[in-house]
């Protein structure tokens, strides 16, 4: 790892440990993080050294989105997935993407994905199918976890196209135990600033009974500008595997506390309150099935939350089969782990995007040359209900 990614891992582990040890500790602010950029990143020359070398001028979409199909090609095809409608929506539509896109590290490391090609997994490759894949659906917010090229690529692209973020790193990334990483993973959140404003944002490291962990989250509050209404957003990613189910409910139930605390805070800092009954998105790869506690817990909320993609379901009360599809050295994982949560009683889901099926993911699985990460990425389209 360079140089500049050391220091940025030191000083974000030094300042997410020391800040998380009392049972009154406070989110950690934004901008106490965003000074630790590695000094020695530079922009992915792919993207951000062209229209006259300037890495700072705007980009065109259409014009990314083509450079991604050139680089691609036209084999093998990406999935063609559409949207399931339930509702016109309104003039405030908020399309949401939610995605864990595979830490480069991982991926080539750790992870061991049998079944798929080397090749396949490659960053130079990798980098147009995630652009691609977010291209094509152009969210308003971009919620991604696992997100180890925040600083050379997707900050600097996503910038160019209007995109501002925030990036949280874990505090003990395991991609820094891959020779060649490029620095910790961590939390991404991405918003469109023609369609928002930004108004506060923390980052959390979340707790289980009161004992700091390695997982984190961010929660920002944005301003919708065509409506003036607020919306809260969320994006985390809880602990993986068998055996810590206990952990994720307690995470879980801090991220849910923390949340609720971020907008009181932005109610009391504004003197408004109306601002209480701020609608709130919870976006994350939670690594855990429906039947677990953690699941359990958001829907029995008092916060009123429901998960986006059960409007899948014919009856829209039963999570999609997967969100993750992979064959690992211990066998084939076909489950659902990843989720859309939002109040059900300020926020109207108006579309979902559908999953692709058994046959397009194909006998080998994710990831693959079609697809650049194990998980699927869920997109929602929302509108502010008009009483809420």
Request: one cysteine or more; a negative charge; proline letters at 7%.
């Amino acid at each position: 790892m360079g140089g500049g990614a050391t220091r940025l891992y030191n000083a974000l582990a030094h300042t997410l440990s020391s800040s998380g040890g009392s049972s009154n500790r406070v989110p950690l602010p934004l901008t106490h993080l965003d000074p630790y950029q590695p000094a020695d990143t530079n922009p992915d020359p792919d993207f951000c050294q062209e229209q006259k070398g300037s890495p700072s001028c705007p980009l065109d979409p259409a014009q990314v989105l083509r450079q991604c199909e050139v680089a691609l090609g036209d084999e093998p095809p990406r999935f063609h997935r559409t949207f399931i409608r339930h509702s016109n929506g309104n003039a405030g539509a908020i399309r949401v993407m939610q995605w864990n896109i595979l830490a480069q590290a991982l991926g080539e490391g750790l992870d061991s994905f049998v079944l798929c090609p080397p090749e396949a997994l490659s960053w130079s490759r990798r980098k147009y199918l995630i652009l691609d894949e977010i291209l094509t659906y152009r969210p308003h917010i971009l919620c991604l976890q696992e997100v180890d090229h925040y600083f050379d690529t997707l900050q600097p692209v996503l910038a160019r196209l209007g995109y501002s973020s925030r990036f949280c790193p874990k505090p003990w990334s395991p991609c820094l135990n891959v020779e060649g990483n490029n620095g910790p993973d961590g939390c991404a959140l991405f918003f469109d600033e023609s369609h928002f404003e930004f108004l506060d944002c923390v980052s959390l490291q979340l707790s289980a009974m009161m004992i700091p962990t390695n997982q984190v989250a961010l929660v920002m509050i944005l301003r919708c500008r065509s409506t003036r209404r607020c919306v809260c957003v969320a994006v985390t990613h809880l602990k993986a595997r068998a055996g810590w189910e206990w952990l994720r409910s307690a995470q879980g139930s801090d991220l849910l506390r923390q949340v609720q605390n971020v907008v009181q805070r932005h109610s009391a800092s504004t003197s408004a309150g109306s601002n209480l009954h701020i609608p709130l998105i919870i976006c994350g790869d939670f690594n855990a099935v429906p039947t677990e506690e953690v699941y359990c817990r958001f829907v029995a909320s008092p916060l009123g939350l429901d998960s986006a993609y059960k409007k899948l379901s014919q009856d829209c009360l039963t999570e999609p089969q997967y969100t993750t599809w992979k064959i690992r050295p211990t066998g084939e994982c076909c489950t659902t782990l990843d989720y859309i949560w939002y109040s059900q009683d300020t926020l109207r889901v108006d579309a979902v995007l559908d999953l692709p099926s058994e046959k397009e993911i194909g006998p080998n699985r994710l990831p693959s040359f079609s697809y650049p990460s194990d998980h699927l990425s869920l997109v929602c389209d929302f509108s502010f209900k008009e009483d809420g």
